[in-house]
């Protein structure tokens, strides 16, 4: 008889083929059901020609941080939706946390939304995603 995994060894296993995420440097705060905190700093290999981050590094904090809060429960799930506002300019050097909240999981999917914040507490981005949540355990 298979035990449940917990959320933490499920990320584990998500984080051993996610080259991307551990390219990155993100590093998990916490987690658990439906949720996620998550951390970056921002290097000068992810600034575009404004010198500003590219939008892809709160986008990639942020489906990361879904990622991990909705295949927290054990059933593999997939992104179907997502979209993000950037609200504030992220520079060099900065600290980037992504909060992950779940909002709504039903039999089928689920609703998520991540707010990532500066090491000055600004918000920098607002990102909400929908799941596909598969017949498939971790």
């Known amino acids: 008889m298979q035990t449940q995994k917990t959320p933490e060894e499920i990320v584990a296993l ?16 916490s987690l658990g059901l439906g949720t996620c905190e998550i951390q970056l700093n921002v290097q000068k290999m992810m600034l575009n020609g404004f010198m500003i981050a590219h939008g892809a590094v709160t986008y990639a904090l942020s489906d990361t941080a879904l990622a991990f809060a909705s295949n927290a429960y054990g059933q593999q799930c997939v992104s179907l939706e997502t979209s993000i506002s950037h609200l504030k300019p992220v520079f060099e050097n900065d600290v980037l946390t992504g909060f992950c909240i779940e909002i709504h999981r039903g ?31 971790w």
């Not at 998500?14 to 705060?29: N, R």
Request: hydrophobic letters at 40%; proline letters at 0%.
């Open 107 to 137: 039999k089928n999917s689920g609703i998520y939304e991540v707010k990532v914040f500066n090491q000055k507490k600004e918000l920098v981005s607002l990102f909400k995603g929908i799941v596909f949540i598969k017949n498939t355990s």
């Open 14 to 29: 998500m984080l051993e083929k996610d080259h991307y995420s551990k390219e990155m440097g993100m590093k998990v705060l």
